[in-house]
């Protein structure tokens, strides 16, 4: 996922080797665990979620990772000094928090100068991201455990928790691609602001990029995946 996502002449997951790398809401620790392959020197995987964060250092101690520490904080409030990473790794996050400028404003603090940054985020527009808000809406009327019970009784298996993330997620926002560059170039300032075209058939790009039937109608702005560029001179 990670190289099919990450597929730009910009930049290559092997240019991670000996860098220090930050995994900004890192869940579980799937895609930090992924990133610690590549070489680095050292990867934090940075989230509040205490679960989650188990996890992962389980699977560290397990597999007997060196380079791997999880820590747990606010990804608003960063307890890292400026210019400290040579890579931040942020997908699906920062949407959910209560102040997306805030936290990609930390993300580009603590990124060194000359530093990338691949960031996720939800797009909007389109009746698949509408939908998302409707849905929202209708299950704050709907008790979670009577949800969770009609997706087991269905046969739903355990580990696929993305609908009930769709439905109750507390904070969710949408952002037009216009919106989104307009904060990353002009209000943050980042030098480079390049949009990435994810490889992977079942994201939304794919429906868009191969001009399927009414796919800007149904996918509006697909996915917002950027690779960002910190400015060398700060």
């Known amino acids: 996922l990670l190289e099919k996502r990450i597929n730009t002449s910009s930049f290559n997951l092997s240019e991670l080797k000996n860098q220090t790398v930050l995994d900004l809401g890192c869940g579980s620790g799937r895609y930090t665990l992924a990133l610690s392959t590549y070489g680095c020197q050292n990867i934090i995987g940075y989230d509040m979620g205490d679960q989650g964060l188990e996890v992962g250092r389980s699977i560290t101690k397990k597999n007997k990772l060196n380079n791997v520490t999880f820590i747990k904080g606010n990804v608003l409030d960063l307890p890292f000094d400026n210019d400290h990473f040579d890579f931040i790794f942020c997908n699906g996050v920062l949407h959910h928090t209560k102040n997306m400028e805030k936290g990609i404003q930390e993300l580009y603090r603590v990124l060194k100068p000359g ?33 969770q019970y009609v997706l087991d009784m269905i046969g739903l298996p355990s580990n696929r928790f993305i609908f009930m993330d769709t439905w109750y997620v507390p904070i969710e926002r949408h952002t037009t691609r216009d919106d989104l560059e307009k904060i990353l170039k002009t209000e943050i300032g980042f030098q480079s602001v390049e949009k990435l075209i994810s490889q992977n058939s079942t994201d939304l790009e794919s429906y868009i990029n191969n001009k399927r039937p009414y796919s800007e109608e149904l996918y509006g702005d697909g996915e917002h995946r950027y690779l960002l560029t910190k400015n060398k001179i700060e």
């Open 115 to 147: 530093g990338q940054s691949f960031l996720y985020l939800y797009a909007a527009r389109g009746l698949f991201w509408d939908f998302r808000e409707r849905a929202r809406e209708i299950f704050k009327k709907i008790l979670r455990k009577y949800s």
